[in-house]
């Protein structure tokens, strides 16, 4: 198969930990299809610390395969508020404030 340049996915309502698992297999397969792929993440999303998990492991998995991942958008919504009550935001590099929040883009 040839890879496609770049590609969007769209894994709202897929980050939870009773649903992590087909999240995991759809970007596990986009990675792997395409150089360069943008997560979308609807403000509206219901999430747990399972889906945060999952994005970070995507982000280095990507790495180690030399491809980009990034979110379509900056985290917000339900996300942004899940993140800020684990202490995520707290002390973030500014490699991650990049990645979760576009900051300094």
């Not at 930990?17 to 087909?22: G, L, Q």
């Not at 002390?91 to 500014?94: Q, V, Y």
């Given at each position: 198969m040839s890879e496609n340049c770049n590609s969007t996915l769209?894994?709202?309502?897929l980050l939870t930990?009773?649903?992590?698992?087909?999240a995991k297999?759809?970007?596990l397969s986009s990675i792997n299809d395409?150089?360069?792929l943008d997560l979308l993440i609807s403000e509206e999303s219901?999430?747990?610390?399972?889906?945060?998990?999952?994005?970070?492991?995507?982000?280095l998995y990507a790495q180690g395969?030399?491809?980009q991942l990034s979110l379509a958008a900056p985290i917000s919504g339900r996300a942004l508020s899940l993140m800020d009550r684990a202490g995520l935001l707290a002390?973030?590099?500014?490699e991650n404030r990049r990645f979760w929040l576009h900051e300094g883009a």
């Open positions: 769209d894994i709202s309502g930990i009773r649903t992590v698992s087909d297999n759809a970007i395409s150089e360069s219901d999430i747990d610390i399972a889906g945060i998990q999952l994005i970070v492991a995507a982000r395969a030399s491809k002390e973030m590099s500014a």
